[in-house]
């Protein structure tokens, strides 16, 4: 494949970004590896284009997922941009912080953790949902932190969104998420009452979240007690 960008500059990599439909699978690539391309990446952020801007931001998320390594020096850097008021720059760098857990030998992640995982208790769904999905990351990633984050993340039942059915939304992204890590789980009963109970949700998907996940648990070999929760739990 050619490649994408033949200098790391700025101004290259922001009209390589400009395109309706840029091939971010092969950038990243490209980018992954290249301590030069990855700060003109960054650079991309600030952009006056929002094209641009997100398909950065979008670009960077998936060399997170491929090549952590790599973008664990800018590890700050992403912090920050949970701060920012663009919701998409914001929700990226959710997702590109979980990923980078399996990098983070310096515990970086363990160190802001409970201001990481605040956006669970509400008010924003799209805050939420986006911290849940990267907090499955980082349990995967370390799993001694399993624990802490399943009792934040089952917080989610009693968060304050816009609406109640926002709520709903939102604990069956839980459940998708605990499902990921629930065989790291010291203490499994908590979540199994939790999902035992979103069987009654008023979500017909969230429902069903929560059937598939107590018939897998059932249907995994050596699984004991816990996923034999009476009702009444």
């Keep these: 494949m050619p490649a994408l960008v033949e200098v790391a500059d ?6 390589a970004l400009s395109v309706r439909a840029p091939d971010l699978l092969g950038f990243a690539r490209q980018v992954a590896g290249d301590s030069e391309l990855v700060l003109a990446a960054m650079d991309a952020l600030g952009s006056a284009t929002p094209r641009v801007r997100f398909a950065a931001s979008r670009l960077l998320r998936i060399v997170s997922e491929n090549s952590p390594a790599g973008l664990y020096p800018h590890f700050d850097f992403f912090v920050r941009l949970l701060r920012d008021k663009n919701s998409i720059l914001r929700w990226n760098a ?9 990098a983070d030998h310096q515990k970086k992640l363990d160190a802001i953790l409970d201001s990481y995982l605040v956006p ?11 911290t849940i999905r990267g907090a499955a990351s980082i349990a995967r990633a370390k799993p001694y932190l399993a624990d802490r984050i399943a009792k934040t993340i089952l917080a989610v039942e009693k968060a304050r969104y816009a609406t109640p059915e926002c709520r709903n939304v939102a604990i069956g992204h839980a459940i998708h998420a605990l499902d990921e890590f629930f065989p790291l789980l010291q203490d499994q009963r908590a979540v199994l009452s939790f999902v035992k109970r979103q069987g009654k949700n008023a979500r017909r998907s969230t429902r069903n979240k929560a059937r598939k996940f107590l018939a897998k648990c059932q249907a995994t070999p050596g699984q004991t007690a816990p996923c034999e929760l009476s009702d009444s739990y």
């Design 94 to 102: 959710m997702l590109t912080l979980g990923h980078l857990a399996a």
């Design 120 to 130: 669970i208790s509400g008010k924003n769904l799209m805050d939420a949902t986006n």
């Design 10 to 15: 700025s101004s290259v990599i922001a009209e």
